[in-house]
Structures are given as C-alpha cells and as structure tokens.
C-alpha cells in the first residue's frame, strides 16, 4: 500500500505563483508514475501532470508552459511549481501513484483577487 501526503495549496493572486509537494511512502517500490490531478466540484478528476519514474513527462494542455513536474526517486517526493496562475486553476489538487491507483487526501489552490 502507497500513502501520499499532499502540501503546498493555499490563495494566490491570479499572475501569482505556488509549489505543491506530495510525499509518498509505503510500497513505494511499487510506484512507477506519480502525477497531479485537480478537481472542481460537479467536474470529473483530471489530470494536470504526471511523471514517470524514468523520467517521462506529460502535461495537461492547460498546464504546458506554465507548470513543471519533478521527483526525487531517492526521498520519493513529487514537486509542482505552479506558475502564472489564473482563476481557472482553481481546484482540490491531488497527488496519485500509478495513474489513480492510490490518492492522496488533496489540497486546495484557490486562485483570486
């Protein structure tokens, strides 16, 4: 079983910038994709970025340019710089493993002025 723990949300001005950070543990040998996914409320879950463990990336086209995916395998800890935030971008961020295999509790990015 993997645990992620998710940090970093929080209100930002739209232009404004935030880090989100997901910690994971357990079976983590298990894990060969972490990634982001968001959520509004009355929307499904999508995905925003994910990042596989040799490296591989893939972006939303809502997040290309503007957002950039990293891990560390060795602490196991997934990064998301977020940049040049707009009120579309906000939402319950969540950290997965394996493409929705496991989730993390989420954090809130609230965008707005």
């Known amino acids: 079983q993997v645990q992620l723990v998710e940090s970093g949300g929080g209100l930002v001005q739209p232009g404004g910038s935030l880090r989100l950070f997901c910690q994971a543990s357990?079976?983590?040998?298990?894990?060969?994709?972490l990634g982001w996914y968001r959520q509004v409320p009355g929307k499904q879950r999508e995905l925003v970025a994910v990042?596989?463990?040799?490296?591989?990336?893939t972006y939303a086209d809502s997040a290309k340019g503007r957002f950039t995916i990293s891990r560390d395998n060795v602490k196991m800890t997934l990064t998301l710089p977020m940049n040049r935030l707009k009120h579309a971008d906000t939402a319950v961020y969540y950290c997965?493993?394996?493409?929705?295999?496991?989730w993390g509790q989420g954090t809130q990015v609230t965008v707005s002025s």
């Open positions: 997965t493993a394996n493409y929705g295999g496991q």
């Open positions: 357990g079976s983590i040998n298990s894990i060969y994709a």
């Open positions: 990042i596989t463990s040799g490296g591989t990336t």
